[in-house]
């Protein structure tokens, strides 16, 4: 199950421009691993960018799976996968 979150976070970026973390809601958490990235088109008809997702496993106080989307120059938490 997962829940829809949508909300701004700031990450800190690997040379390859993947998050290795990223704070939401004033808590670190530190990527452990990547599962997967991808890209969808988002109005390519009007020129918008395409946004940029990857799934990961992260820890704070214990291990969880994100998704974290770049949408331009900014990195959103997506949703939280249970």
């Known amino acids: 199950m997962a829940r829809l979150i949508g909300e701004p976070v700031e990450t800190h970026t ?3 421009e993947i998050p290795d ?3 939401w809601r004033k808590r670190l958490y530190r990527v452990v691993e990547v599962l997967s ?3 969808e088109s988002v109005d390519w008809w ?3 960018p395409p946004r940029f997702f990857v799934r990961v496993n992260a820890r704070n106080t ?3 799976t994100y998704e974290l989307c770049r949408l331009g120059d900014g990195w959103f938490l997506h949703r939280v996968l249970d």
């Open 14 to 16: 690997d040379r390859d």
């Open 21 to 23: 973390a990223f704070i």
């Open 37 to 39: 990235c991808w890209q």
């Open 46 to 48: 009007n020129e918008k």
């Open 62 to 64: 214990s291990y969880g």
